[in-house]
């Protein structure tokens, strides 16, 4: 019989970069994208900035004190919302290679045939080519399609991606234009620049929902003392096998192979280590694949598709409704579409309106399932379980629609048509994304972007194939799965099947299992560019692609 | 079958037949309690019946899972011989007789047949969902029950078999073809070997569904008995210990529940995906018509060699029904100047037939009804479960309170330890399950 913990690996903490583990998690970001011209010259830059980077054991420090400053209840974090603990006033960066840049700067040497060994389709053909994978227009008049792309084209593919994380927007700036003028003046050339913020303390996106809260809590230590999880673990230590299976309540630990080369993966079982995942030369241990995308979103497209809904399920005046629809808001209607109310509080545990104390609470809001009824665990912390409604069991989506977001890209414990609870684990990415472009107002009164705003889209996996695309293509993408009834990720997926218009379709249910399809040929969520990337170790990135 | 007199009613006899055994075998051991596995032919649902469509995926999970997905897509487009297993080490069946009696090693009720050009290249991939109970039935053979005692007489025409065969494979398939022309002998237990195949009934491994073409499933564990039965084990609430609340997670539940591969997509989903609705105390079965399906192909980001989108009327569904299919056929027609193996998806070319079928869902549909009426106390666990040290993602049953063996270790092994003395006294070793199989006797 298991009786103790499961040992977690000890992470290269001055090797990984820091917004792989534990990420940057900042309010403002940017993205700069490079060509390399003159391989010699890139090397020596390479070389040069490597000792910028920021590593797992510097972000981590920060990310303790930001934990302590904020802590995990509403209450706590409703008082400290926005701020900034004292001593924290970080500008940090962190780089990655496209396929096309290893081939360039490994041609010759004797690391040259290592490039073919990177066992990812994904990153071997590059995000352009892969895009109709991910449901992405294929017609090139579209904007959609990458011949239209800001970045990540066939014409404009990068080859180098920084991205920049600060607490400040001045020092964002500051560390960007610094880094970007020696990358220039090394004979880089800038494709593309962007920066990205939070819209608000609470970290919405677009079309108002908060986003990244459900990250998985990656197994690992960031050095050897027994406690040293980079993700804490809160739930009472008594509590078994609860406490070894979760960081957070309901938030799965995940083995670390499936984010960072040269750790294990998942396993059958979850509280056991899997094969060490080494999918690649051996220098890409501590390494990753990072996935861009730049996502416009088409703020009074969704707004407009969520009224019009909204109104034909309560009916037209006059006019009856759909049975069991009665009443429902266009708030009602999007937290089916999401999963979640604005505030990120889940429809699980509070089906009829939102809770924004349950939304920013990070004891509870990740803690529900759908095959069972859900029970608060007693915390590591003493802090009481919270007394927010318990999500009972929904495994046909009466409550969260099998064809909501977040039910889409995590099945969490239940089971999913590539088999059971482990299916899951291993499609599972790290997202460390922003917003670009101001909000737009509602009602609009005037548009200074000009539709222009949207997600900067970022995840750290160790498959871009299994992971990343598998969500796009196979869940997002898919009217069926990973369960149904449900039709698509309405929110952000695609339906990029031949023949079929583009088309997306969700069922959603009423009162007394009422049910009503949303159906949509808009798509509101438009890729205008990206790029497939790996990100690599500190010293991979000095003894191996700068030498 | 609806052309042969009686064929209809003799398989529905069969079909309702398996289910009643199902429940006597839960019945049997839920001591008392009232089995939520209902025959819909004899028992009418009460109230609304919820429909759920339970989807997986077409390609296997027990190859990715024991060799990876490179080594997966290569094996899966080859035959086995029934004495080798793809789920452990062991045979299916014992003797000389089956090292040259082939199957596909295709376990997710999804197989698919590569045609290829001279040169290699992939033309046609025909994919089948068809259970062979339901060709041997169309033959007119005896259908064996679930411990595979003949039963259940149907009432066929081998002239109809033959013809689809004919259709469906090859104009040059003979009868005789088709036929065991000798009795196929069982030896897994020597003293008592069993005769599986009677001399003159349909043989399900003939060479036009195996090493020449295909027509219906032919890995062991495909079987609809198989399907039925799993929804009845499924149906059953299992816990590790007195007093806990039911095991939820689907891969805790199948290594507690033992009622089908530990590896597969379809098995862990199916069964979970049953057992939360047993939770809320439903009454479950399958819906009519009981069987295995395709329901679609996605061929989102499938090109042309141009580029362009494929043309999805190269899936062809030529038995059942569009979401009901049993039979379909994915090829380029003629004249366009390439072939299957020149199109790709994501830019990879396709080389394996597996490629196609990772992008094939899997469904069978599940019907509730009197949600909350069941209030069943868990079952204790049927057996325990090993993963391989070396690759912990792949499990094997083992007994019970035994110990896991050389180079296996225990997984979710969250129940109360075993007596130390049966631990000692039953060492396990990775040996699989046997498959239920349906066996034939002659007419």
């Known amino acids: 019989m298991t009786t103790s913990a499961p040992v977690e690996p000890v992470l290269d903490a001055d090797e990984i970069q820091g917004n792989v583990v534990p990420g940057f998690l900042k309010p403002h970001m940017a993205l700069v994208a490079l060509a390399i011209d003159d ?137 960007l234009e610094e880094i970007r003028e020696a990358a220039v003046a090394s004979g880089l050339r800038l494709l593309y620049e962007e920066r990205g913020a939070k819209l608000d303390d609470i970290g919405s996106e677009h079309f108002g929902f908060q986003d990244g809260v459900s990250q998985p809590g990656v197994r690992g230590r960031y050095d050897d003392t027994p406690a040293s999880f980079v993700t804490p673990h809160t739930i009472d230590p008594e509590d078994t096998p609860d406490a070894w299976l979760y960081g ?91 999963g979640r109310w604005k505030s990120g509080a889940p429809v699980s545990r509070v089906p009829d309106a939102d809770d924004v104390n349950l939304g920013i609470d990070r004891y509870s809001n990740n803690d529900f399932g759908y095959a069972a009824p859900a029970k608060a665990p007693p915390l590591a912390s003493g802090h009481a379980p ?47 994304a922003l917003p670009f472009g101001p909000p737009l107002p509602d009602p609009p009164a005037s548009d200074p972007a000009l539709g222009d ?36 990720d309405l929110f952000i997926g695609e339906d990029g099947a031949p023949g079929a218009g583009r088309e997306r379709h969700a069922t959603i249910f009423g009162q007394g299992a009422a049910t009503a399809t949303l159906t949509t040929t808009t798509d509101w969520v438009v890729p205008t560019g990206g790029g497939y990337f790996f990100s690599p170790s500190i010293s991979a990135l000095r003894e191996v692609l700068a030498a | 079958m609806h052309a042969i007199p009686g064929a209809l009613e003799s398989w529905s006899a069969a079909v309702s037949g398996w289910f009643d055994e199902s429940i006597a075998q839960e019945i049997a051991r839920l001591d008392g309690q009232p089995c939520q596995y209902y025959n819909q032919l004899e028992t009418p649902p009460v109230g609304p019946v919820l429909d759920q469509d339970i989807v ?25 011989p029934l004495t080798e297993r793809i789920d452990g080490p062991g045979s299916y069946f014992v003797g000389p007789q089956w090292q040259s009696l082939y199957y596909r090693p295709q376990d997710e009720y999804c197989e698919w047949h590569v045609t290829r050009d001279r040169d290699g290249t992939i033309t046609r991939v025909t994919f089948t969902s068809e259970p062979p109970e339901y060709w041997q039935a169309l033959h007119g053979d005896t259908l064996a029950t679930l411990e595979g005692v003949p039963k259940y007489q149907t009432a066929g025409d081998p002239k109809l078999v033959l013809r689809l065969y004919r259709e469906l494979v090859s104009p040059h398939v003979q009868y005789e073809d088709l036929i065991c022309t000798e009795d196929l002998v069982d030896h897994s237990d020597p003293q008592n070997p069993q005769i ?11 060479k036009w569904n195996t090493t020449h073409g295909i027509v219906h499933l032919t890995e062991p564990a495909n079987s609809l008995g198989a399907e039925i039965k799993l929804g009845a084990d499924a149906s059953v609430l299992f816990s590790p210990a007195a007093g806990q609340a039911p095991l939820a997670d689907p891969d805790a539940l199948i290594a507690c529940g033992a009622y089908g591969g530990l590896n597969r997509c379809s098995d862990p989903t199916i069964g979970g995906s049953i057992n939360e609705l047993a939770a809320l105390g439903f009454a479950i079965t399958i819906k009519n018509p009981v069987g295995l399906y395709m329901d679609h192909l996605d061929m989102t980001g499938w090109a042309q060699p141009d580029g362009t989108p494929v043309d999805p009327a190269w899936f062809r569904v030529v038995r059942g029904a569009p979401g009901l299919v049993e039979r379909a056929v994915f090829e380029v027609p003629e004249g366009k100047g390439f072939r299957v193996g020149d199109l790709t998806i994501g830019g990879e070319p396709i080389v394996w037939g597996g490629q196609l079928s990772e992008h094939m869902t899997m469904k069978i549909i599940g019907s509730a009804s009197q949600p909350g009426h069941f209030r069943n106390t868990p079952l204790r666990c049927e057996k325990g479960v090993c993963a391989e040290q070396g690759n912990p993602a792949f499990l094997h049953y083992r007994p019970l309170g035994s110990a896991c063996g050389a180079g296996l270790l225990p997984a979710f092994d969250y129940a109360p330890p075993a007596s130390p003395a049966l631990a000692a006294e039953t060492q396990a070793v990775a040996a699989p399950s046997r498959p239920r199989h349906h066996v034939l006797r002659s007419r």
Not at chain 2, 196 to 206: A, D, E, K, Q, W
Request: aromatic residues 10%; contains cysteine; proline residues 7%.
């Open chain 1, 386 to 432: 919270d007394s927010y409604p318990e999500a009972p069991a929904d495994p046909i989506g009466l409550t969260c629609p099998m064809g909501a977001h977040i039910r889409k890209v995590n099945t969490r414990e239940t089971p999913n048509d590539l088999g059971g609870r482990r299916a899951s684990f291993a499609r599972r990415i790290l997202r460390r």
């Open chain 1, 453 to 488: 705003r949207g997600l900067l889209f970022v995840s750290y996996q160790a498959s871009i194939a299994d992971q990343f695309e598998f969500l796009c293509n196979s869940w997002m993408g898919s009217a069926t799965n990973p369960r149904s009834p449900g039709g698509f």
């Open chain 1, 39 to 175: 391989v010699a010259a890139a090397k020596r830059w390479l070389g040069d900035v490597a000792d910028q980077l920021t590593t797992l054991r510097v972000a981590m420090v920060s990310r303790e004190k930001v934990r302590a400053h904020r802590g995990f209840r509403a209450e706590k974090r409703l008082a400290t919302l926005g701020e900034i603990p004292d001593g924290v006033d970080d500008a940090w960066v962190n780089l990655a290679v496209s396929r096309g840049a290893l081939d360039r700067l490994l041609h010759g040497g004797r690391h040259a045939p290592a490039v073919a060994q990177f066992a990812d389709a994904g990153f071997q053909h590059g995000l352009a080519a892969r895009s109709s994978l991910l449901g992405d227009p294929v017609d090139s008049a579209a904007d959609g399609n990458p011949r239209n792309w800001v970045i990540g084209g066939p014409d404009n593919e990068a080859d180098v991606l920084l991205v920049f994380g600060a607490d400040r927007a001045e020092e964002c700036v500051r560390i």
């Open chain 2, 56 to 80: 997986w995926a077409g390609f296997s999970g027990t190859l990715r899972n024991r060799w990876g997905r490179t080594e997966a897509l290569r094996k899966a487009d080859r035959l086995f």
């Open chain 2, 196 to 206: 599986v195949y009677t001399r003159g009934s349909y043989n399900p491994y003939n």
């Open chain 1, 248 to 338: 957070l309540p309901g938030q799965y630990l995940v083995w670390p192979g499936e984010f960072v080369f040269g750790y294990p993966k998942s396993a059958a079982d979850p509280l056991m280590p899997g094969a060490i995942n080494l999918p690649g030369p051996a220098w890409c241990r501590n390494g990753s694949y990072l996935v861009f995308r730049r996502l416009r979103q088409d703020v009074p497209a969704f707004r407009t598709f969520v009224e019009e809904q909204t109104r034909a399920l309560n009916g037209e005046p006059g006019e009856p409704g759909e049975p069991g629809f009665a009443g429902v808001s266009t708030d009602w209607v999007g937290s089916r579409i999401v």
